[in-house]
C-alpha cells in the first residue's frame, strides 16, 4: 500500500523536531552542568537550578529520541508507530495541560487533536495493519 501524504508530512514533520529536540535536550544539559558549576564556584544558594535544567534536558533528549523512532515508523509502516504516534499526541496534550494555557497551549492541543484524528482515520489505520 501507498504511504498516505499525511503521514510522510507527519514522519518528516516529527523527524526535524525530533533532531531539533535533541540538539536542545544536549544543550539544556551542558548549560545545566555548566549553570551548576558558576553557582556552586560562587557560593550561590540557588545549587538546585543546573540539576533541574539537566533533568529537563533529559527528559527532552527521551522525547526527542521517541519522536525520531515514530517518525522511522511511520515512514517504514510500522505497526507500533500507530500505537507510539496516539501515545504521544496523548501525553503531550498532557504535558500542555500541566504546563498551563499560555501562548502554545491552544496550537499543542490543536495539533495533537489533528495528529490524532489523522491517525484515526480508515486508510491510515490500513497503511498501518490495524483495521
Known sequence: MQRPMGVTVIAVVAAVFGVLGVLGGLMALAGGALLGSFIAASGGEAAGVGPLLMIGGL?????????????????????????????????????????????????????????????????????????
Not at 510500522?78 to 500542555?96: C, H, M, R, T, Y
Open 59 to 131: 527528559l527532552a533528549l527521551a522525547g526527542s529520541v521517541l519522536t525520531i523512532v515514530f517518525a522511522v515508523g511511520c515512514w517504514t509502516a510500522k505497526p507500533w508507530a500507530w500505537v507510539l504516534g496516539l501515545v504521544s499526541a496523548g501525553l503531550n496534550v498532557v504535558s500542555a495541560l500541566l504546563a498551563g494555557i499560555g501562548p502554545g497551549f491552544i496550537v499543542t492541543i490543536a495539533i495533537n487533536g489533528l495528529i490524532v484524528y489523522y491517525l484515526m482515520t480508515p486508510p491510515v489505520k490500513a497503511y498501518f495493519g490495524r483495521s
